[in-house]
Structures are given as C-alpha cells and as structure tokens.
C-alpha cells in the first residue's frame, strides 16, 4: 500500500460541514436501552481526531461504558432537501485476535490425526474430525490456512493455529463471529476464546488486535449510486462500484490495504449469508419488513490501529469512537462537489456523511441479541423447502398425491435401494443415513461422533496437556 494511503498522526482534517447539516433536526427515540439524542451535523467530539502535539491513544479515547455490538436506541436526523438517515445499529463486526505462543506437542499430535480423518475418502471417518474444548464442539478442516497448519471451526470462532516449528507466527490466529459479538460484550467474548487458546497451548501475552470491523446501519431514501467516483475525498488509491444481477449494491474504497472501508446493501447480502438474526434486531429500530438496510464499514488492519495507539484489546472499546471519526474525518469523506472550486479538500460534506459520521459510540448501545449458537445451524428454508426436492420429485415420477402415501412409499423405495446397492456400498439404508447425519453433525457442530474407547483416550490426552501447560507456566 502506498503511504499516502496510510494515516498521518498528527495530520489534521481537512472536513468541511455541509451547511444543509447545520439545522439538522434531532429525533431520540426508545430503541431497547437508553435514548441518545445526537448532536446535529457532526461527531461526537470536536477537533481532529489526531491532533498536533497529543498521542494518538490519548486522542482515540473517548468517555462512557464500552459499547457492544447491540442495537443503539434508535434516532434520526432528517437532513434539510438532501437525505435522510436512520441509523439502526452500530458496532464491532467481526473482530480477528492473535496470540503468541507455542501449540502443546499433544495437541499438534491430536490435530494432525484429526486432519488426516478429515482428509479419508470414508465419509465415516471424516465425521470423526472434530474435537470439543470449553463447550465448543469444532470442526477439525481437512486443511491448514495459509502457513496455519490446523483450522477448527463452530459458529462463534474460527481458529487457526500454527504447528509450533514457525516462530515467526502466533499460536492461534482467531476470527470472532459477528452473531457473537452480537450477543455479548467483546471482553466476554474473549474470554471465552481465552480459556480454548489456553487449552491448546502454553500463551506468552496477552491477545493482540490484527484487525477491527466497525459498522454502522442505517435506512436512508437516498439513492447511494447518485454520485460521482470523485465526490469520495480520500486517502486510498482504488474505489469501486459493485452490481449484482444489474442492480447496484454499493461501494469498496481501499480494500487490501491497512484501513479500508465499504458502503453496501446489508439487505441484499442477507439473502445470500441468512444473518437473520439481525431482522428483529432492526425491527426493534423502527426497520420494517421491505426497507433497505445500507452498511458503512470500516476495516482497521494491524498496521493502521498501532499508528493510532490502538496496541492490546483493552485499548479498543474506549477507542471506538475515536476510529470511526478518523475514518469518517480524516481518511474518507463523501463530499457534495463545488465546480468552481477544484480543491476536493475544501468541498463540504454531502448531509447523508454527517449523519454517518455522527454515531454515537459512547454510552449503552442498547438491546442485544437474546442468545448466540454455538453450531452452524442450516436455515428453515434449506430444510423444508430445497430439502423436500426429492420427495416430491418421487411423489411426481410416481404420480402421488397424497401427502402421507408419498412419505410411505419415498421410505420404502429408499429402502430397497440402499439394500440392493449395500453390496457396493457396504451399507443398508440405516446405516446410510447414520453415516450422513454424523458427517452432517460434524458441519453442523451438533452431534460428537466418538466411541467411548477414544473418548477416554482423549480425556486423558487433555488431562495430560493442562497438566504440563500448568508446569511450564509456574515455570516448574
């Protein structure tokens, strides 16, 4: 990335308020927590979010309790003849940790079997390429990521962990989930994470921010592809369009590099990763059944949050605040462009990027979501509808219609398929369908398929583990 793309501390913005936000109206409303008013036309704090002569940490750090990725009480600012926004949620959506440290040579041993099992072309033994730690029942992939030699997976982590001969790469490199992050504060989400590292290996520090997903969602009636590529001031060398199926769904800016941001429709990507708990979540935000839902979100890399003194975890929820205003001040802008003034600096801000620019981090974000899965659950619509595709397929060739008649007669002739075929296979139709549920159950992080004769070998594998990560971190 070149440098201009990377933030200057102590540069100041060059951000210029649209005139039309001066007037803005202020609307708070009940949203499942406390009410916010928000300041008309602008960030929550005055000045640069670095400003000459303060240290970036002290700058970034902003007042009240640490928002959680949960739903704010719900306001508006009806912008004067431009746009209008409606902000529905904001906070972390994803966040990625790294420890250091080194994998305990039992669990390398452990791993490396599962990852083979997971590798067999028996689809039985591949079902048995999962392990439970701390109450999480993972996936063991089939293969490493990049120079990760190992990958395990539920709907609230996804770990990767070196094999402990590379000292230049952490233990564990971490994904925490959006639907986790969701539910419950990022300093309880970590510690759950916390307890799984610490099972696997011996850890030397504390976990380490490598990258930092902040978003905000709003419903607004502005058209978000009725500007122009240069109404976007910014520091990043590459902005895109994006269309899928002819229809606009929004705008990348900087992406692969230390900060990077992205303006997109939240509603059209939910039909394609069925992230459904966030209907009722906005729907508690005054969002109806049929509003498009847009998302402003900024991705802060390891580079980018060391610069602005963002160094540990503990660092990051007094910052938020302090990064969205970096983001939305100094390194992007969507301005309202003035043809007579060919210094893009000095254009004012189009109203729609004041109302972003003005989240509210600090202070209680409001209602979170009721309860995060641990398994990766598929939806009602793949089960009942892409799921009853061969049912009604034999109903059809058959010529039946009789709900209960065809249910019957798919069972029997499912049956004496399996049977038939059981000498090729070497399996009747029970233990067909065992098989498939276990190699289901394994995806799904919701049936532990091991015999008790492994479970106990597995019990005393980790009771030997914990007892040696204990010795080497008394230093015995």
Same mark, same amino acid.
């Given at each position: 990335?070149? !440098? ?41 704090? &005055? ?45 972390? !959506? ?7 440290? %080194? ?80 539910? #419950? ?23 380490? #921010? ?63 990763? %069925? ?27 390891? !580079? ?80 009942? #509808? ?13 010529? #039946? &219609?009789?709900?209960?008649? +065809? ?18 296979? +070497? ?24 015999? %008790? ?24």
């Amino acid at each position: 990335m070149h !440098d201009s793309d990377k933030p200057q501390p102590g540069s100041t913005p060059s951000k210029q308020r649209s005139p039309s936000s001066s007037g803005a109206a202020v609307e708070a409303r009940e949203c499942g927590g406390t009410t916010h008013p928000v300041p008309s036309g602008g960030p929550m704090a &005055t000045g640069s979010p670095l400003s000459d002569g303060a240290s970036p940490s002290a700058e970034l750090a902003a007042p009240g309790a640490p928002p959680s990725n949960t739903a704010p009480a719900n306001y508006s600012e009806n912008l004067e003849g431009e746009a209008s926004a409606r902000l529905l949620r904001f906070g972390i !959506d994803s966040l990625y940790l790294s420890y250091p440290g %080194k994998l305990a040579s039992g669990w390398a041993q452990r791993l490396e079997g599962l990852k083979r099992a997971a590798q067999s072309t028996e689809e039985g033994e591949r079902s048995n390429a999962q392990v439970r730690i701390g109450g999480h029942l993972f996936e063991v992939k089939d293969k490493g990521k990049g120079r990760f030699a190992y990958v395990l997976v539920d709907n609230c982590f996804h770990i990767q962990l070196s094999s402990g001969q590379s000292s230049a790469l952490p233990m564990a490199y971490v994904q925490l989930s959006s639907e986790l992050l969701t539910a #419950i504060p990022v300093h309880e989400a970590e510690a759950q994470l916390r307890y799984i590292v610490n099972t696997l290996g011996r850890v030397e520090s504390p976990a380490q #921010i490598s990258r930092a997903d902040l978003f905000a969602d709003v419903v607004s009636s502005l058209a978000m592809d009725s500007w122009r590529q240069d109404a976007w001031v910014t520091r990043a060398h590459k902005i895109w369009m994006h269309y899928e199926k002819r229809r606009f769904s929004g705008w990348s800016i900087g992406l692969g590099g230390t900060l990077g941001a992205r303006l997109y429709n939240k509603t059209l990507e939910l039909e394609k990763s %069925k992230k459904d708990y966030l209907k009722p979540l906005w729907a508690a935000c005054g969002w109806q059944e049929g509003e498009t839902v847009w998302r402003l979100e900024f991705e802060f890399n390891r !580079d980018v949050l060391r610069e602005l003194g963002v160094l540990a975890l503990v660092d990051l929820p007094p910052s938020l605040g302090g990064l969205w205003r970096y983001a939305t001040e100094t390194w992007l802008r969507l301005t309202a462009p003035n043809p007579d003034d060919s210094n893009q600096t000095r254009w004012p801000n189009h109203p729609f990027w004041d109302a972003l620019a003005s989240v509210p981090w600090s202070g209680d974000s409001g209602q979170p979501l009721g309860r995060v899965r641990k398994e990766r659950l598929p939806s009602d619509k793949s089960l009942f #509808i892409n799921g009853l595709g061969g049912l009604t397929s034999f109903m059809a060739r058959h010529s #039946i &219609t009789d709900l209960g008649e +065809g249910f019957g007669e798919f069972l029997a002739h499912a049956e004496r398929f399996h049977d038939s075929y059981q000498r090729q296979s +070497g399996k009747d139709f029970k233990g067909y369908v065992l098989e498939k549920v276990s190699a289901k159950g394994r995806k799904y992080n919701t049936l532990e398929n091991r015999n %008790k004769e492994t479970e106990r070998d597995e019990r005393e594998r980790t009771r030997k583990d914990a007892h040696a990560y204990r010795k080497a971190k008394d230093g015995e």
